[in-house]
């Protein structure tokens, strides 16, 4: 299988603008992360930030994806693949604090909490991210449901 077919068939139904956005959100993410890092180092960013960053930002450009590839089979999947993104997300965020408890994170004190706080504000950074980019681009949708009398 050659690399250029299957990055093709992955952002297939990823528009170019959503990329672009979502390239954007990316560097902006960890420019901020690593400044904060250099301000105030461990006490206030966790040293596994950079990974449950990336993680969940990963986690975002899967679950848009999938919402994308579904609905462009048909339009009537949108709540399906949206609410399937929503719960695999949660899911795979759920598993992420959990690996860490059990692997010991409750035992470092003011470090659990900066884990938390890093964890929450990437998920929600992630979140908002796709919940912004799929409703910004519903309204041809929105546009089909009813026709007027």
Not at 4 to 26: D, K, N, P
Not at 70 to 95: E, I, K, P, Q, W
């Amino acid at each position: 299988m050659q690399p250029e077919w299957f990055l093709a068939a992955i952002f297939s139904c990823m528009t170019r603008s959503f990329l672009t956005q979502f390239a954007a959100l990316v560097l902006a993410s960890f420019a901020v992360l690593f400044g904060l890092k250099s301000a105030f180092g461990s006490a206030v960013i966790h040293p596994l930030a950079p990974y449950v960053l990336g993680g969940l930002l990963a986690v975002t450009l899967f679950t848009y994806w999938l919402t994308a590839h579904f609905v462009t089979r048909s339009a009537d999947n949108f709540m399906g693949a949206y609410f399937g993104g929503v719960v695999l997300r949660l899911m795979l965020s759920l598993v992420i604090v959990l690996v860490y408890f059990f692997r010991g994170g409750a035992h470092e004190g003011r470090g659990a909490w900066a884990f938390l706080g890093v964890f929450f504000v990437s998920y929600f950074l992630g979140a908002g991210f796709e919940i912004w980019a799929i409703f910004s681009n519903l309204r041809p949708f929105s546009k089909k449901q009813l026709p007027e009398a």
